[in-house]
T-cell receptor
Framework: DSGVTQTPKHLITATGQRVTLRCSPR?????VYWYQQSLDQGLQFLIQ???????AKGNILERFSAQQFPDLHSELNLSSLELGDSALYFC?????????????FGPGTRLTVT | AQSVTQPDIHITVSEGASLELRCNYS??????LFWYVQSPGQGLQLLLK??????LVQGIKGFEAEFKRSQSSFNLRKPSVHWSDAAEYFC????????????FGSGTRLLVRP
């Protein structure tokens, strides 16, 4: 158990809908990363938040957004969903202090768009 | 740009045999390197990391990896594979820009013959 929790585990929804994925980082970790894992793209970085502020963006679509709340949990919002958005979405957290850059991953949310 | 290459998509070994999974990276400075394992239906678990110092690093579950700067490699090894090691293995490098996001290789799926 990494200490990172993600809900829900599975999500099935229709095209055009909007969903919210939730992540709670490990206790003490200020940084939250979101990654998407799909068969054709592999594991891709989407976005990072550090202590409530957006720090970096990767290959994140404009239909997707995220935020990190004062209690440090994070939500990834996916809207106008398309079939191609079906994937496993991971959240990871990191303390990022000194030379400690390793990230700890949650179990993921499997999104299926039908 | 930083990149990670895992040249083997699949590897099959017999239980009890030794294992080496290859990873090559492209990075201008000293890289921060990781190996993660993903069991079916699970999240990513950190096996080991290299930041600096001793180029042979030990990880969990009996795994080790050796950093070779001259070959830009960070290969994962295990002297005796167990059936429970069957999983997908990902090599990753930290991209040190405004964030510390992970750049992942495409993964190697390990199959273990009884």
């Amino acid at each position: 158990d990494s200490g990172v929790t993600q809900t829900p585990k599975h999500l099935i929804t229709a095209t055009g809908q909007r969903v919210t994925l939730r992540c709670s980082p490990r206790s003490g970790d200020l940084s939250v990363y979101w990654y998407q894992q799909s068969l054709d793209q592999g594991l891709q970085f989407l976005i990072q938040y550090y202590n409530g502020e957006e720090r970096a963006k990767g290959n994140i679509l404009e239909r997707f957004s995220a935020q990190q709340f004062p209690d440090l949990h994070s939500e990834l919002n996916l809207s106008s969903l398309e079939l191609g958005d079906s994937a496993l979405y991971f959240c990871a957290s990191s303390v990022e202090a000194g030379d400690t850059y390793e990230q700890y991953f949650g179990p993921g949310t499997r999104l299926t768009v039908t | 740009a930083q990149s990670v290459t895992q040249p083997d998509i699949h590897i099959t070994v017999s239980e009890g045999a030794s294992l080496e999974l290859r990873c090559n990276y492209s990075y201008g400075a000293t890289p921060y390197l990781f190996w993660y394992v993903q069991s079916p239906g699970q999240g990513l678990q950190l096996l080991l990391k290299y930041f600096s110092g001793d180029t042979l690093v030990q990880g969990i579950k009996g795994f080790e990896a050796e950093f070779k700067r001259s070959q830009s490699s960070f290969n994962l090894r295990k002297p005796s594979v167990h059936w429970s090691d069957a999983a997908e293995y990902f090599c990753a490098v930290v991209r040190m820009d405004s964030s510390y996001k992970l750049i992942f290789g495409s993964g190697t799926r390990l199959l273990v013959r009884p």
